[in-house]
T-cell receptor, first 114, second 113 residues
Framework: DAGVIQSPRHEVTEMGQEVTLRCKPI?????LFWYRQTMMRGLELLIY????????DSGMPEDRFSAKMPNASFSTLKIQPSEPRDSAVYFC????????????FGEGSRLTVL | AQSVTQPDIHITVSEGASLELRCNYS??????LFWYVQSPGQGLQLLLK??????LVQGIKGFEAEFKRSQSSFNLRKPSVHWSDAAEYFC???????????FGAGTTVTVRA
C-alpha cells in the first residue's frame, strides 16, 4: 500500500488567497484526521471523519477553514482567505475502525502564507 | 479530556549511550498510550503502543516503554542510541471511547558522535 498521500508537499501563497490541501487515505481505513503542526502549538487536531462524515470539527480554528470528504478515498482541507498565521505543516492521517488500530500519517503539506 | 506532558524539549545524547524520554499523561481511567517518531520533513511513525496487559511494551527500532499507573507516566527508553535515532519524539494519549489522540509537545533528540 502506498500509505497516506498528501498534496501538495509545499505551498507558498500570498495572504488572502485560497489554499486547498488534499489527502488520500489508506484504502480500507474508515477514519481520517487532519492535524496542524506549528512550533508554538505543536500538533493540533483540526477535524476527523468517520465513513466520510465529519465527527468532530471543534479544532477547526475559524470559519476560514473547511474540510470535506466526498468519498472514502479523498479529503480536502481548504483555507479561504489564508493569513500568515495559517503557516504550518498540515498532516492527514488515517486508521481502521479499531480503537487499538495504528494511526498512519502522511508526509504533510508545508504551507507558507506571505 | 486527556492531555500529555513531555517535560523535556530537547535532549542530547552520545551515540551508544542510553536514552530515556519522559511522558506524563492526564486521564481518569486507563488510557491508550502511544509513542511516535518524526524525522525531519517526514510524517509521524508509530514506535509502540499500550492498551492493556504487560506494562512493559516493546516497539520497533529497539525502543521500549513502561506504563506506570501510579506515576501517570509512559517513558520511552532505548539502551543504546544510534545516530539514526536523531528525530523528534511524540507521546500521545487516547481514550478507549474516543478515536482522537492528543499529542505532547514533542522532545527533540540530538545524537552526538
Amino acid at each position: 500500500d502506498a500509505g497516506v498521500i498528501q498534496s501538495p508537499r509545499h505551498e507558498v501563497t500570498e495572504m488572502g488567497q485560497e489554499v486547498t490541501l488534499r489527502c488520500k487515505p489508506i484504502s480500507g481505513h474508515d477514519y481520517l484526521f487532519w492535524y496542524r503542526q506549528t512550533m508554538m502549538r505543536g500538533l493540533e487536531l483540526l477535524i476527523y471523519f468517520n465513513n466520510n462524515v465529519p465527527i468532530d470539527d471543534s479544532g477547526m480554528p475559524e470559519d476560514r477553514f473547511s474540510a470535506k470528504m466526498p468519498n472514502a478515498s479523498f479529503s480536502t482541507l481548504k483555507i479561504q482567505p489564508s493569513e500568515p498565521r495559517d503557516s504550518a505543516v498540515y498532516f492527514c492521517a488515517s486508521k481502521s475502525g479499531s480503537h487499538t488500530g495504528e494511526l498512519f500519517f502522511g508526509e504533510g503539506s508545508r504551507l507558507t502564507v506571505l | 479530556a486527556q492531555s500529555v506532558t513531555q517535560p523535556d524539549i530537547h535532549i542530547t545524547v552520545s551515540e551508544g549511550a542510553s536514552l530515556e524520554l519522559r511522558c506524563n499523561y492526564s486521564y481518569g481511567a486507563t488510557p491508550y498510550l502511544f509513542w511516535y517518531v518524526q524525522s525531519p520533513g517526514q510524517g509521524l511513525q508509530l514506535l509502540l503502543k499500550y492498551f492493556s496487559g504487560d506494562t512493559l511494551v516493546q516497539g520497533i527500532k529497539g525502543f521500549e516503554a513502561e506504563f506506570k499507573r501510579s506515576q501517570s507516566s509512559f517513558n520511552l527508553r532505548k539502551p543504546s542510541v544510534h545516530w539514526s535515532d536523531a528525530a523528534e519524539y511524540f507521546c500521545a494519549v487516547g481514550a478507549p471511547d474516543d478515536y482522537k489522540l492528543s499529542f505532547g509537545a514533542g522532545t527533540t533528540v540530538t545524537v552526538r558522535a
